[in-house]
């Protein structure tokens, strides 16, 4: 089935490292993505991997693939109050065989001063 | 190019009439996605296209909902006739879907959404 699971609110000091988790249930996935969604606009590709990698990282975010669980993880190191965001975890389900993104309903991440 | 164009931004109609969204996708992109998000579902893929023609409408609600693509420059949502509970943001994304079938990687490119209220 197509499902991605993400925990729905994530509140971090600014200067700290945040982790935001997610669960897919499509073993077929070959990519897998992360994206940002700032108050009042559309999402934004943040980054993303490919299944038989098992980290990525890029600048202050790192993303974690645990294939076997089926789990992936983004961490921004260092976070910003302008990190302030919705973030959705994204896969395209079905082998890969079409373009067709599902998404996690979103993690919202509130950084405090 | 300037991104995926949707509109209008803002929508307020009353119960019962017909509201047609409408969406520009980035051009050269062949694949159309419309989204509605929603506080208590999250983002939910309503149908998707490629290369004009619909591969997945099992996310469209019901009837009172259809779309269309009739070139690859432009989309609408109609939703006739509309229903309190169809209030949500509605987003349009493009993408141009690269690599081999079975591998296929796609960014998707987010309109800025149009906001409807059905009152």
């Known amino acids: 089935g197509e499902d991605v699971e993400q925990s729905l609110f994530l509140s971090v000091r600014e200067g700290d490292s945040s982790v935001i988790n997610c669960t897919y249930t499509d073993s077929s996935s070959t990519y897998l993505y992360w994206y940002k969604q700032e108050p009042g606009a559309g999402l934004q590709l943040l980054t993303y991997?490919?299944?038989?990698?098992d980290m990525k990282q890029d600048q202050r975010l790192t993303v974690l693939l645990n294939k076997k669980d089926k789990h992936l993880s983004l961490r921004i190191a260092d976070t910003q109050t302008g990190d302030s965001a919705i973030y959705f975890c994204a896969e395209i389900p079905g082998s890969g065989n079409t373009g067709k993104l599902i998404f996690g309903q979103g993690t919202t991440l509130q950084v405090k001063p | 190019d300037a991104g995926v164009i949707q509109s209008p931004r803002h929508e307020v109609t009353e119960m019962g009439q017909e509201v047609t969204l409408r969406c520009k996708p980035i051009?050269?992109?062949?694949?159309l996605f419309w989204y509605r998000q929603t506080m208590m579902r999250g983002l939910e893929l309503l149908i998707y296209?490629?290369?004009?023609?619909?591969?997945?409408d099992s996310g469209m609600p019901e009837d009172r909902f259809s779309a269309k693509m009739p070139n690859a420059s432009f989309s609408t949502l109609k939703i006739q006739p509309s229903e309190p509970r169809d209030s949500a943001v509605y987003f349009c994304a493009s993408s141009q879907e690269s690599g081999a079938r079975g591998y296929r990687n796609t960014e998707a490119f987010f309109g800025q959404g149009t906001r409807l209220t059905v009152v």
């Open positions: 296209f490629n290369n004009n023609v619909p591969i997945d």
């Open positions: 051009s050269g992109h062949n694949s």
């Open positions: 991997i490919f299944s038989n990698m």
